[in-house]
């Protein structure tokens, strides 16, 4: 992977960390991306600390935030590999999903992949080889009754990754998508912690019957962010030049159908 550069968003922590850490280890260039300058700052230091003499950066933006983002895109420059990973998620009951509620899931889960993608794919046809990934989930295949907004939205990626792909014809540019599983990413853990606070229970317990409780998971535990970011590596690599508007698993087995 030396001499290629690589963004990814929302990378501060979780999944889009872990698959910072998998391309400075293969040698690529990476601007990784988060809300806050401070925390990305922080995230910056973690991985050149873990990665002494590699090449990354960051860039602070709320994708959310129109004005944030065009100043991201004039910041961002030149891209062979872009992994669209940035998402909110939330457990909430239909009847009380507001329209800002839909409206903020679909800028920032949709439109940013939309918008970057936007930005680096004429650039990546014009070079003749790039890497867009999507990181996509399994719910938005079997979409969750009680996240019904972030299947949807997860759905939509799916969509978009498999149009994109099609303007890729004849070149080396490739746009695929991973379906992630429940992994057990920050935002999980944060989650499972309160609760079992709540519950005066140990947050390994909980961790435990949450992922048992999963009937369909062929893996029984919550998937670790260095799996996923293990499938986005290649993906991203020129091993995975065959593969070309897909959706891949990594979703423990969640996923009941054979494609």
């Known amino acids: 992977m030396h001499g290629r550069r690589a963004f990814i968003s929302g990378s501060t922590r979780g999944i889009g960390y872990a698959i910072a850490e998998a391309l400075l280890r293969e040698g690529a260039s990476v601007v990784i991306h988060g809300r806050g300058a401070q925390r990305v700052q922080s995230a910056v230091a973690a991985l050149a600390d873990g990665a002494p003499g590699a090449d990354v950066t960051g860039i602070a933006a709320d994708v959310a935030d129109p004005e944030q983002f065009d100043r991201l895109l004039r910041r961002l420059g030149h891209v062979d590999i872009l992994v669209n990973n940035v998402g909110v998620f939330e457990v909430a009951d239909f009847e009380d999903i507001t329209d800002a509620d839909w409206e903020r899931y679909v800028q920032i889960n949709l439109m940013s992949g939309v918008r970057l993608s936007r930005h680096v794919l004429a650039r990546m046809r014009a070079n003749g080889w790039g890497r867009i990934i999507f990181i996509s989930s399994e ?89 996923i970011a293990s499938l986005a590596l290649y993906l991203a690599s020129p091993l995975s030049s065959a593969t070309n508007g897909a959706a891949l698993r990594a979703d423990g087995g969640t996923l009941t159908g054979v494609l």
Not at 154 to 167: P, R, V
Not at 170 to 192: F, H, K, M, Q, W
């Open 139 to 227: 719910s938005g295949v079997n979409i969750p009754a009680d996240m019904i907004h972030y299947g949807t939205t997860k759905a939509a990626m799916l969509g978009l990754a498999n149009g994109l792909a099609k303007l890729t014809r004849g070149t080396e540019v490739t746009v695929n998508s991973i379906l992630g599983g429940p992994t057990y990413s920050d935002g999980v853990a944060r989650a499972v912690e309160r609760i079992a606070g709540e519950q005066s229970v140990d947050p390994a317990d909980l961790k435990h019957a949450i992922a048992a409780s999963n009937r369909t998971s062929l893996l029984e535990r919550f998937i670790d962010p260095s799996e």
